[in-house]
């Protein structure tokens, strides 16, 4: 059972926290899309299946028992790293929460909402290359350097780790579709999809050094959990990004052709 | 859901740039599915290949990972584009098959010279005698680029008609 084993996980009220701002997220999501579609102009059942679907991985990922497995095996932190830092922003992109707010919040609020989306630092913070910068530039340094057998010693810093994994994928999953929520950036899609393809690069290239050089060090585990970890994370960070790719190329085909940018591919 | 009824192109007769896209777009989708091939019957099925082993030099890493952040690329981007030209009616269907076999035998030939001799990123199998190995990825690759030419001249021939 968890927390027999006394891992430094502690199944304490702290552990749960996430699990209530989640829940509490989405209750605030789904309340709000009632409310559109039955004073409102209505809201995409999609949209509601893709939070609910997010907020779910989300919480599958920081349930005690899967803290308590990520915490003795590299290969459960993986999967956790997955579903938090990728595949759950991805859902809850494609969920249009930010629409959804400006449409519910009073005026003034939402006015609120859109000077802080406006705001330099998260025009900053949302650029495409910041963006890749962020994410997969924040897993060289975690994975490639002793900063992660640090979080596996403080609960402080470990937090830090899973909160960076879901703002930063957050913010590259919203700036390389730019949508369906209006993004701070309007940039093109070849520099779009240029960053897209950095990325799956850089995310193959770090599975395999970690694969062949044993990263991350320092903390304990063996040689072929460590390859297996990083064989997740090149696989499942292939699925990640296509699906990426898939998301965004079906956006581009529902556009109507006079808006939408061709793929000068070919002549 | 709105439906996308408003994107349909009347429908028309495929010119020359079509004719040009349908063969590019295919290739890429080609590449992609060949890559794809590659992964699941050569690293997952038979698991010869070695998804990476310490005499791979750097630059072979490098290019190992930009090659397939290409290839997933290259098949999802060209669904794409082809599903796109398809739904405008533009699509010429034998020219897409033509690009396809290019797509295919050119990655699978590249694969064999330059990740396999040149790069040596990995080899086909281990502890055995490559040279068979080599000549029949190799062939193969050729194999497909020659049906991918017949392809193509037989297109040529019947538009001529």
């Not at chain 2, 064999?112 to 000549?135: E, F, M, N, P, T």
Request: glycine share 8%; net charge positive; aromatic share 8%.
């Amino acid at each position: 059972m968890p927390g027999s084993h006394g891992l430094g996980v502690d199944a304490s009220s702290l552990a749960l926290l996430p699990l209530v701002a989640i829940a509490a997220l989405t209750l605030a999501y789904l309340v709000s899309a009632r409310h559109q579609r039955h004073v409102g102009s209505g809201w995409s059942g999609w949209r509601c299946a893709f939070f609910v679907g997010g907020s779910l991985l989300l919480a599958a990922a920081l349930a005690p028992p899967t803290l308590t497995w990520a915490h003795h095996d590299l290969r459960g932190h993986m999967a956790q790293h997955l579903a938090i830092g990728m595949l759950a922003p991805l859902a809850w992109v494609l969920a249009a929460p930010v629409t959804l707010a400006l449409k519910t919040l009073p005026t003034g609020a939402a006015r609120h909402l859109v000077a802080v989306l406006q705001s330099p630092p998260l025009r900053a913070v949302s650029h495409p290359i910041t963006a890749l910068l962020l994410n997969v530039g924040g897993m060289y340094l975690l994975y490639l350097t002793p900063l992660f057998a640090a979080t596996q010693q403080g609960s402080t810093l470990h937090a830090w780790m899973h909160l960076h994994f879901l703002l930063a994928g957050y913010l590259f999953c919203w700036a390389i579709l730019a949508g369906p929520d209006s993004a701070p950036h309007g940039h093109g899609l070849r520099l779009r999809l240029g960053v897209l393809f950095v990325s799956m690069a850089a995310h193959a290239i770090l599975g395999k050094l970690m694969y062949g050089y044993l990263w991350p060090r320092g903390t304990g585990h063996d040689v072929e959990e460590i390859q297996a970890a990083a064989m997740l994370m090149y696989y499942g960070g292939d699925l990640a990004e296509a699906l990426l790719a898939i998301a965004l190329m079906v956006m581009w085909w529902r556009l109507p052709r006079q808006r939408r940018e061709a793929l000068p591919l070919l002549p | 859901m709105k439906r996308s009824s408003p994107n349909e192109a009347p429908s028309e007769i495929p010119t020359d740039r079509d004719a040009r896209r349908s063969l590019g777009y295919a290739a890429l989708l080609g590449i992609g599915v060949m890559a794809a091939i590659d992964e699941i019957v050569f690293h997952q099925l038979l698991q010869w290949h070695h998804f990476f082993d310490r005499a791979t030099p750097t630059i072979g890493i490098v290019s190992d990972g930009l090659l397939h952040a290409g290839e997933l690329l290259a098949l999802v981007i060209g669904t794409f584009l082809l599903l796109d030209l398809a739904r405008q009616r533009r699509l010429a269907m034998r020219l897409a098959w033509t690009g396809v076999l290019f797509g295919m035998g050119g990655f699978q030939l590249f694969d064999g010279i330059v990740s396999h001799k040149l790069l040596r990123i990995h080899q086909i199998r281990y502890d055995v005698d490559l040279l068979a190995y080599d000549l029949a990825w190799n062939l193969s690759a050729i194999a497909l680029l020659l049906l991918g030419a017949w392809l193509l001249r037989r297109t040529r021939q019947l538009r001529r008609h």
